[in-house]
């Protein structure tokens, strides 16, 4: 090899070198001008980073065959997961949404090339321990730098949230952040037998300590329960297979006879002062099967089964996971988030995105971790304490992935670690078979290369602007219209009254085409349905939003088959728009997604009633209330429309055993007696309110408008001049009614 060569070869290792260790300082990444900050802005860099890494290592194989991949069980695993799900995703419901995902989430089969890719690139380039050691403690020093802001963040005397997010937006994501973190720290503190402590340990032992500090305050049940649990299976594991060093063995006694007395200790004493004001203690401490988020859990993992059973082999495609939501939807589910585009584990995700095939591929890549970290070779590169750390870690992941999903983060960790283990196994003291691979694999490389490559400044010139093209034809048709949509798109919701000018930017916004139309066109109805309440807006602008949101939700509609959601939205837009008629069609089409969803049964309902079919009204909220009895929004909708199809006995019946009466101070029950002129009924109602809600001056505003209506002038002008006393802002208000009730000239507002 010429010393040109070299060069150029060194230069090109350098390049990813920078790459790879940029990636760690990603997690500090939150740019303002984007929308779904906490997520976009690192997984466009991410992507960037690696694609240019990508090229450049393409090179780099071709020229120096010291860096091309080796095999191992975990690379096996690895390619066969990537594979499956590309299958599944094809085979699946949406290939569009399983390939490109949306802002919110950003994963998609996208996503999962990338990190194939980073997981191709590291374990081909950071083929010494060198190397890897400098990556682990820049990825320590971040965990530090990031553990520092939650710590300021957790001091400042205006801390209220319960649970720290910190940079990445989501104490889940910080959680799993800071718990990988903590068992790498561990293993460069404890691979090597420690003679003579000096400042590295002191660091590594502070590191972890900020670590902690930070997962604790993430208040995240399932991560800290994984922690528990991979520390414990390291210290049994410790006194199983540690044989020569006792002081080891006796620290592993030590700490598990410690977790074991703490949780008994915290078991009783769970209902002391202390833990009641600790929020993390506290949801440790209320924590049963009966929690209102374990039992969320279990109703999705159930619908997420059904899903399973319905597409058993490859599943859904990823990303697809609201279909299933819509198709399955449990009525219990009424009080928790209205729509889930995840089950809330891992497991069942793999078995709605990619079926049986795709879970199992996934678990391979698992189950080749530990049998790479274990099994027996002639010279052992870990020692037992490694093992054992490794082991904890990929089993305190497992365990954190029961109860939520996968993030870039958590995605970019778990590749890194399982890259290590390749990196180890692909070691000269590896077993016969592997050296066996890596020589079939060198005569492929020879027969590939030898041929072809130059032995001439030729190959230098062309292959690099070739690649070169590429991997910038990649990152631009990858990324630039998806960034360019994003970043217009948070521009039409900074000034939400511009109707103009947010009309032209959501069209703007749409042009480039990209996986954030559905975002997109979700705000655009939002916009629409704004304008369409908006009693000032000009009637041409507001036809004009109202076409083009209707264009937009009808395209988004036919490219997302089967998810609930878009229909009931358009629904929203007609009815605000007063088209009752195609609202009805639309929703219909809604409830053939989800039929057991009520928020698409009360907007049907909405629609009767609006209408004047009463009847029909009746009989959609009692199939609502009957779908969830325990729903008390449910049955408020349902006694409401036995009022408008006058059946007060059912209004009573249903009422009276909770409230007593069947006038109640409800909003819609003061609006309908308003409208059936029983005012003297209103009165009552508006009177329980101010009981119950003194501070809500409209309450006021209100009865003194029944009065008018009563010719009760003298009861409004009090009511009116106690309102401006009570709520000194609102007394020019005040004054201005009682203003006009004196001469004549005004009446109150009913509403």
């Given amino acids: 090899m010429s010393r040109k060569l070299k060069d150029f070869n060194w230069c090109l290792v350098q390049i990813i070198l920078v790459g790879i260790f940029a990636i760690p300082f990603i997690s500090f990444i939150v740019p303002s001008g984007m929308f779904f900050p906490f997520i976009t802005g690192k997984n466009f860099l991410f992507r960037v980073i690696v694609e240019v890494i ?60 990338h990190l194939g890719a980073y997981f191709l690139v590291l374990s081909s380039v950071l083929n010494t321990q060198k190397r890897w050691d400098r990556l682990f403690h820049i990825m320590i020093i971040v965990s530090v730098l990031l553990g520092f802001f939650g710590i300021a963040e957790i001091l400042k005397s205006d801390f209220q949230v319960d649970r720290l997010a910190s940079t990445l937006g989501n104490a889940i994501y910080l959680a799993v952040f800071m718990l990988v973190h903590m068992f790498l720290t561990a293993y460069l503190l404890f691979r090597d037998r420690i003679k003579h402590w000096n400042w590295r340990h002191y660091l590594y032992i502070v590191a972890i300590l900020i670590q902690f500090i930070n997962l604790y305050y993430t208040a995240t049940r399932g991560t800290l329960l994984g922690l528990i649990g991979g520390v414990l299976l390291i210290s049994l594991l410790l006194l199983f297979f540690e ?51 374990v039992k969320v859990r279990f109703l999705v993992w159930d619908m997420a089964y059904q899903g399973f059973l319905e597409r058993p082999v490859f599943g859904w495609g990823q990303g697809n996971f609201g279909v299933v939501f819509s198709k399955y939807y449990n009525p219990e589910l009424y009080s928790a988030e209205p729509w889930f585009d995840r089950a809330h584990n891992v497991f069942f995700d793999w078995l709605i995105a990619a079926g049986i095939v795709g879970l199992l591929s996934y678990l391979s890549i698992f189950a080749a971790a530990f ?46 670690v399982i890259s290590y283990i390749h990196f180890l196994d692909s070691e000269p003291n590896s077993h016969s078979v592997v050296k066996k691979i890596d020589c079939a694999m060198k005569n492929i490389y020879s027969k590939l290369f030898s041929k072809t490559q130059p032995q001439n400044n030729n190959a230098m010139q062309i292959l690099p602007a070739f690649v070169l093209l590429l991997t910038l034809l990649c990152a631009y048709k990858v990324n630039y219209n998806p960034y360019m949509q994003n970043r217009t798109l948070i521009n039409t919701i900074r000034e939400p009254k511009e109707y103009q000018k947010n009309l032209d930017l959501f069209k703007k916004t749409l042009a480039y085409n ?12 939002i916009q629409a349905i704004t304008i369409n309440n908006d009693k000032d807006v000009d009637p041409t602008l507001k036809s004009r939003y109202q076409d083009f949101a209707v264009t937009e939700i009808k395209k988004q509609i036919k490219k997302s088959p089967g998810e609930a959601r878009y229909p009931l939205l358009a629904s929203s837009v007609f009815t605000s728009a007063g088209r009752m008629d195609e609202a009805k069609k639309i929703i219909e089409l809604a409830r053939t997604m989800s039929p057991h969803k009520q928020s698409v049964l009360s907007g049907l309902g909405s629609v009767y009633l609006n209408t004047g ?14 779908l969830a009895p325990s729903n008390n929004q449910a049955l408020i909708w349902y006694a409401l429309a036995a009022l408008y199809a006058d059946k007060e006995d059912i209004a009573k019946e249903l009422l009276a055993p909770i409230y007593g009466t069947h006038l109640i101070p409800n ?25 119950n809600e003194p501070n809500q001056p409209q309450h006021r505003f209100q009865l003194a408008s029944v009065y008018v209506e009563l010719d009760k002038k003298d009861m409004a002008l009090e009511v009116l001049n106690q309102a401006g006393i009570d709520f000194p802002s609102l007394k020019k208000q005040a004054d201005f009614y009682v203003e006009g009730i004196n001469s004549g000239e005004i009446k109150i507002p009913k509403n």
Avoid at 89 to 105: A, P, Q, T
Avoid at 378 to 402: D, P, Q, R
Avoid at 613 to 626: F, G, S, V
Avoid at 667 to 691: G, M, T
Wanted: hydrophobic share 50%; proline share 1%.
């Fill in 371 to 416: 049998y790479l970290l274990w099994k027996r070779k002639k010279e052992e590169v870990l020692s037992v304490v490694s093992k054992t750390i490794f082991t904890g870690l990929l089993a305190a992941y497992f365990f954190h992935n029961i109860f939520v999903f996968d993030n870039l983060i958590s995605y970019i960790l778990f590749f890194l």
């Fill in 667 to 691: 909003p819609l029950f003061i609006n309908f007696y308003a409208q059936q002129k029983k005012f003297d009924i209103v009165e009552i109602l508006l009177l329980k309110s101010i009981q």
């Fill in 514 to 525: 990209s996986y954030g139309d559905g975002e997109t066109r979700e705000r655009l109805l």
């Fill in 243 to 293: 044989k020569e060093n006792i002081a080891v063995r006796n620290t592993a006694a030590c700490i598990l006879v410690g977790v074991i007395v703490s949780v008994g200790a915290f078991i009783t004493f769970k209902d002391a002062e202390f833990v009641k004001t600790s929020p993390t203690l506290n949801r440790f401490a209320t924590m049963s099967l009966s929690d209102g988020t």
């Fill in 613 to 626: 079919q009463y009847e029909q009204a009746l009989e959609i909220y009692r199939e609502a209330y009957e």
């Fill in 54 to 113: 990508l090229g450049a290592w393409i090179i780099l194989v071709y020229f120096d065959e010291k860096y091309r991949p080796k095999l191992s069980f975990i690379t096996v695993a690895v390619a066969f997961f990537i594979i499956v799900v590309g299958i599944a995703d094809v085979l699946g419901v949406n290939f569009d949404k399983s390939f490109w995902s949306n802002y919110e989430r950003m994963e998609g089969y996208i996503t999962i090339l």
